[in-house]
């Protein structure tokens, strides 16, 4: 008999592989109705705009990094290192992973295409967003819907796992390793940095911030008493109201009070234009002309082992769950979370 076959959906946001693919990633990122909430015949018009004078300032900023995006070479090793820890679980089983980026290829219409063709008997969707958002995980998860319309296989969704013990001790120990390795240079504040949404996402139900708020002190309880700690948030745009505090106005407050600066990737878990450009360069040079003594960047989680963990048990536990929409994950968000997946007549 053969054995039985998992497919695993990895999602994440994707980023141009080159130049030429700026503009068309950004017309991709911003026609997206879960970014902007708009009809579409006015929705593409602007998303048109957008890119256009965006383009520019978005190419110089990938040219740091080679000229295009290292997310999907970073994703293909987490697929890879995935892959291992899955055959080790599911040793029964021929276990694949998929990658399916939102904005730019593989795009989720080529990830479907290939699990389609793969013809598993299970497909666990599991995003590389520790925290759930409308604006991430619930829009990739209604794209893959469209895509995969009456493929092979029965559904499991991993909907978040921001307090992930293993994914708390890979973020508490890139910590340390990155403290140590400076020199723990003192005093010091350590910023846990997440992208930011506007504000009104967040009053319409979204538990993004609730999520990274709660990894933020779950991590700062692993690593102990005695830290100075707060959560931020970076890559504002455009004139609505986002969540704060920013991590630039944070960045520039413990840099005039002369304390050493630990700035972590913590909705991060891949290197990308956040944490390559966004912090490596550009928080890095308002620390300094600040008067910071000591600007440390931690590394995001990549193919940490303890990161690598948490995913396979998330998939271990999607794949056990008796509801096979959405798993019967351990985060429960508030009450007026409205938009958990999780919670009972969330809007899916």
Not at 50 to 68: C, D, E, F, H, S
Not at 121 to 136: F, G, I, M, R, W
Not at 149 to 159: A, F, I, L, M
Not at 185 to 196: D, K, N, Q, T, V
Request: aromatic share 8%.
């Amino acid at each position: 008999m053969s054995k039985p076959k998992i497919a695993v959906v990895l999602f994440n946001l994707g980023g141009p592989d080159g130049p030429d693919a700026v503009r068309p990633f950004l017309f991709n990122l911003f026609r997206d109705k879960a970014i902007i909430g708009l009809p579409a015949p006015l929705r593409y018009p602007i998303a048109a705009l957008i890119a256009g004078t965006r383009a520019k300032p978005a190419k110089a900023n990938y040219a740091l990094m080679g000229g295009g995006s290292p997310l999907l070479p970073e994703t293909e090793k987490q697929a890879k290192a995935l892959e291992a820890d899955l055959a080790a679980r599911f040793p029964d089983a021929e276990t694949r992973c998929f990658i399916a980026m939102r904005y730019w290829k593989p795009l989720t219409e080529q990830a479907a295409k290939a699990v389609k063709a793969f013809a598993p008997d299970e497909v666990v969707l599991l995003p590389l967003y520790p925290q759930y958002s409308t604006t991430t995980t619930g829009s990739s998860l209604k794209a893959w819907k469209r895509a995969y319309r009456n493929g092979p296989g029965r559904v499991s969704t991993v909907c978040c796992y921001p307090v992930d013990e293993d994914l708390v001790q890979a973020h508490a120990d890139l910590i340390k390793a990155a403290y140590d390795k400076a020199g723990r240079p003192g005093p010091a504040r350590l910023l846990f940095s997440a992208h930011g949404l506007p504000e009104k996402v967040i009053l319409a139900g979204d538990p993004y911030q609730q999520q990274i708020e709660a990894t933020a002190a779950a991590v700062a309880a692993k690593l102990g008493e005695g830290w100075d700690w707060r959560v931020t948030y970076q890559s504002r745009v455009g004139p609505m109201k986002w969540i704060g505090p920013s991590t630039d106005d944070e960045i520039r407050a413990a840099s005039q009070q002369g304390l050493a600066l630990l700035v972590t990737p913590i909705a991060f878990v891949s290197e990308h234009i956040e944490t390559l450009v966004e912090l490596d360069h550009e928080y890095r040079e308002m620390a300094l002309s600040a008067g910071c003594p000591a600007y440390i960047r931690v590394p995001a989680l990549g193919v940490t082992p303890g990161f690598i963990r948490s995913l396979g048990r998330s998939i271990q536990g999607a794949l056990e769950a008796s509801d096979r929409l959405v798993t019967a994950c351990a985060w429960r968000c508030g009450g007026d979370r409205t938009q958990c997946p999780n919670k009972q007549g969330a809007q899916a």
